[in-house]
């Protein structure tokens, strides 16, 4: 499977007064392979949405690189940028705040394509009935404003405008958290329904463990703007290496199912997690970890390959490998 954006120790640093930064992406690298799913997890405010705004080049990196299709764009101008805008689009968190108030679903939808002059008018129109099919909407919809829909039809149309132009990367930025829990399905099997029928890559971004283990094929956990633990999905949920993996995962509600099978046992972490103004020295996650070592107060773990995972951890908890090997 071929690589189709590969990110390279990406930092974004925000600034925050008196010399100060806010570290919100701190050494990022990843790879998102051709027709895949990766779930990118992690606590509100650990970094997540702005590492998928950096992979699509909405916001500007503070230094790294990212490659998309084997291009290096992390410097490409606007204008530089614009013929690769069509293949890597952005599904936002609010359905009703990423929509214009006073255009119309068919407008909004029909933006992209007469921006990158997709045909005239009527072929724009044609295009747009096309989309409101896929994703679950009639063309009776393509003239109501964006109040006129409930939040899972307002999501709907943002999907459809971003497959509007037929890309190869979607970055989905918690698109399914704003939505109620019974809508939350329709739109998880509306992503899976489009990447089998149009071939596209996802970078899901979301907090719910629950919700990103039936997405995704690979997760990538974050904690306090880095990666801590990359793995396959079901590797990942049946044995996490990360301690911070592993408490936010027994974080995630179990149903009992009347088989009696052994229930994951609950990690309560103490204190709060550190201000990214002020990160503390070496393993970022050290002052909260339950399996801390001195090793930890001063040295940051790289994230290096373990049992066929990726971990960031001097202590990693993989059956079979030595610890702080």
Do not use: W
Not at 106 to 124: K, Q, T
Not at 181 to 208: C, K, M, P, R, W
Not at 216 to 228: F, N, P, T, W
Not at 230 to 237: D, G, S
Request: glycine share 8%.
């Amino acid at each position: 499977m071929s690589t189709l954006l590969k990110a390279t120790d990406v930092v974004k640093h925000f600034r925050a007064g008196r010399g100060r930064a806010v570290q919100a992406v701190n050494g990022v690298s990843l790879e998102v392979r051709s027709g895949e799913t990766l779930g990118v997890v992690g606590e509100s405010g650990c970094g997540k949405s702005t590492l998928g705004r950096c992979l699509v080049r909405l916001t500007d990196l503070t230094s790294g690189k990212v490659e998309f299709q084997g291009r290096d764009i992390t410097t490409l101008s606007r204008r530089a940028l614009r013929p690769l805008r069509p293949a890597m689009q952005l599904v936002f968190q609010d359905p009703y705040a990423s929509l214009n108030p006073r255009r119309t679903a068919g407008d909004a939808v029909a933006e992209p394509l007469r921006i990158h002059r997709y045909g005239d008018a009527a072929a724009i129109r044609k295009r747009v009935g096309e989309l409101f099919d896929l994703v679950g909407l009639t063309r009776a919809h393509l003239d109501r404003y964006p109040h006129e829909f409930s939040g899972g039809q307002r999501q709907r149309i943002g999907i459809a405008r971003a497959i509007a132009l037929n890309p190869a990367l979607v970055v989905a930025d918690e698109p399914v958290s704003a939505l109620d829990v019974s809508v939350q399905a329709q739109v998880l099997n509306l992503f899976s329904d489009l990447q089998e029928e149009l071939g596209l890559t996802y970078v899901f971004i979301a907090h719910d463990l629950g919700v990103v283990r039936h997405v995704s094929d690979r997760i990538a956990v974050m904690y306090l703007g880095e990666v801590v633990e990359v793995a396959e999905a079901e590797e990942l949920y049946a044995a996490p290496a990360h301690p911070y993996t592993d408490a936010l995962l027994s974080a995630v509600p179990e149903i009992d199912d009347g088989t009696g099978a052994s229930r994951r046992e609950r990690v309560v972490l103490t204190g709060d997690v550190p201000s990214p103004i002020d990160r503390p020295a070496g393993c970022s996650f050290h002052p909260r970890c339950p399996v801390a070592q001195a090793r930890c107060r001063t040295e940051r773990p790289a994230l290096r390959p373990v049992a066929g995972r990726q971990v960031a951890c001097h202590f990693p908890n993989v059956p079979g490998t030595a610890a702080g090997a």
